[in-house]
């Protein structure tokens, strides 16, 4: 299975540019996190990926709000 979902760049509106999906989804992507110059109807992929930093750290801070909540270990 793939980790990328294919679309075209639709359209610009504002400080979006809007990918078409499967299934006619629409993706409202922030412009400005795109490096790469890009016209309406180009195909992109659009990679997921899980980041695991990121989820330690907030784990790790769910467990110390929910420590001091409840003034008990977790």
Do not use: H
């Not at 195909?43 to 003034?71: G, H, R, W």
């Amino acid at each position: 299975m793939n980790n990328y979902l294919k679309g075209v760049i639709d359209r610009s509106e504002g400080d979006f540019v809007i990918v078409k999906t499967t299934g006619d989804q629409e993706l409202y992507w922030p412009k400005n996190s795109i490096n790469f110059n890009y016209q309406d109807g180009e195909m992109v992929n659009i990679c997921i990926t899980k980041d695991e930093p990121e989820t330690y750290s907030k784990t790790e801070e769910a467990k110390s709000l929910l420590k001091q909540i409840f003034q008990t270990n977790v």
